[in-house]
C-alpha cells in the first residue's frame, strides 16, 4: 500500500474524529523506518560457524607477536581496553604505535576464512522481500565483507557496504561511524534500523538517538536492558 493510500485511509478516519487513528497516523509517521543497516559477521550468518572467534584468535597471535607477548598477555591487554576502542586494530593504532594497516587486515583475514560458509537462499529472499532497502554497517576491512556476500550468495541484496576503511578505520560504536553511514543515506538515525550481535555497538547508535536492535542468536546477553530478536526474520514485526 502507498503512503498516498494510507494517508487518505487515515484521513477519512481523522473525519470521523477517531483520536486513535490520529494517533496511531502519527505513530506510523514517527516509527518509519527507511532504511536497515546491518551488522556483517555473526548477523547475517551464525554465530554457530565459529568464524568470528578464529578471526579473534589471529588477531590476538598478530598483537602477541608484534608487542612480543604471550597470546595470554595480548587477550589480557586487548580486554582492558575493550570499552575504549571499537577494535584491536584501533587499539593497536592509538597506543602501541601500529601502522601496518594491510599486513594486519591481510593476516587476520585469510583468503580461506569463510569457505566452511554456505549459501543462504532463504535470508536472500528475506532481504529482498523488505520493505525498505538495506545496506551492511561492519568493523571489518571492504575485502572481508565482499566475501562474506559473496559466500552466502546476498550479491546484489544491498545498497552500501560501510567497512572499516571509509571510517579511517574508526568503527562502531564511535558515533562517527554511525553518522558517516546515514550521511551518505541521506537519513536520520530515527529513519534507520540498526541490527547488531554486539550490544555496545547496539547501544552506539541507540545513543545517537538512533533504532537499534540486538541480535541475540543464543540468548547470550539476558541482560541487555534493550530491545532483542533471536533470529533476523522477527525483523519483520518492527517494520508493520
Ligand atoms: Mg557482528
Known amino acids: 500500500m502507498g503512503l498516498t493510500h494510507l494517508f487518505a485511509g487515515y484521513h477519512s478516519g481523522l473525519l470521523h474524529g477517531r483520536l486513535s487513528d490520529i494517533l496511531e497516523f502519527i505513530c506510523y509517521i514517527y516509527q518509519m523506518i527507511q532504511h536497515i543497516l546491518f551488522d556483517l559477521d555473526c548477523t547475517l550468518y551464525s554465530v554457530s560457524y565459529g ?23 595480548a587477550r589480557a591487554e586487548r580486554n582492558k581496553q575493550n570499552n575504549r576502542y571499537g577494535t584491536t586494530l584501533e587499539w593497536l593504532m592509538a597506543e602501541k604505535k601500529f601502522s601496518a594497516i594491510d599486513d594486519y587486515l591481510v593476516s587476520v583475514h585469510p583468503e580461506d576464512e569463510a569457505d566452511t560458509l554456505r549459501p543462504d537462499p532463504e535470508l536472500r529472499h528475506f532481504l529482498k522481500s523488505l520493505p525498505c532497502p538495506c545496506s551492511i554497517l561492519t568493523n571489518s576491512p571492504g575485502f572481508h565483507a565482499v566475501r562474506i556476500v559473496k559466500k552466502l550468495e546476498l550479491e546484489g541484496v544491498f545498497y552500501k557496504i560501510f567497512d572499516i576503511e571509509g571510517n579511517r578505520m574508526r568503527g562502531k560504536p564511535h558515533a562517527s561511524s554511525f553518522h558517516r553511514a546515514l550521511d551518505t543515506l541521506g537519513l536520520k538515525p530515527e529513519e534507520v534500523l540498526f541490527v547488531d550481535d554486539v550490544p555496545r555497538y547496539v547501544e552506539g547508535y541507540l545513543a545517537i538517538g538512533g533504532r537499534g536492535l540486538l541480535l541475540d542468536e543464543r540468548n547470550a546477553h539476558a541482560d541487555y536492558p534493550h530491545e532483542r530478536i533471536k533470529d533476523i526474520q522477527e525483523l519483520a514485526r518492527f517494520l508493520n
Not at 568464524?51 to 598477555?73: G, H, N, P
Open 51 to 73: 568464524l568470528e572467534e578464529k578471526v579473534f584468535a589471529r588477531m590476538m597471535q598478530y598483537v602477541a607477536r608484534y608487542l612480543d607477548i604471550s597470546v595470554e598477555q
